[in-house]
């Protein structure tokens, strides 16, 4: 039998979830980066020409989340490991919140909010 195993599975399914979350942030990073395809031919099919559609918001958002992703995974295995050895380890310690991963929520919860008011601005444009 494995010593710990319990809190062992915990870490690695808690892990793993962060790998899954990394990679729909990175998802939706390229789905965005890709969005100014969608606003090309929804302003060549409009009525009117539009002047106000700038995809290059889009693309730097996009590659931006594709990083923000990338980093998740850095720092979701960096945390796996750390919460590894302290298992393993026979002194106590203390289980602590990460700086970074509330610099990134922050970060995250800024381009959503950006992502929500540039879309607007794009459909507004559109119309």
Do not use: C
């Not at 039998?1 to 990175?26: G, K, Q």
């Not at 700038?54 to 490991?81: C, D, E, K, N, P």
């Not at 298992?87 to 700086?99: A, P, Q, R, T, V």
């Amino acid at each position: 039998m494995i010593p710990h195993f319990s809190d062992h599975s915990a870490n690695e399914r808690t892990y793993l979830a962060w790998v899954r979350t990394a990679i729909s942030v990175m998802a939706f990073g390229f789905l965005l980066e890709r969005f100014d395809i969608f606003l090309i031919y929804a302003s060549k099919t409009a009525d009117k020409v539009s002047e106000g559609l700038h995809t290059r918001a889009s693309q730097w958002l996009g590659l931006t989340l594709l990083v923000v992703g990338a980093l998740m995974i850095v720092g979701a295995t960096l945390r796996f490991y750390r919460n590894r050895r302290a298992i393993e380890s026979s002194k106590s310690s203390m289980y602590g919140d990460s700086l970074v991963a509330r610099a990134m929520a922050v970060l995250l919860v800024l381009m959503a909010i950006f992502l929500t008011v540039y879309v607007a601005r794009q459909i507004a444009a559109l119309s």
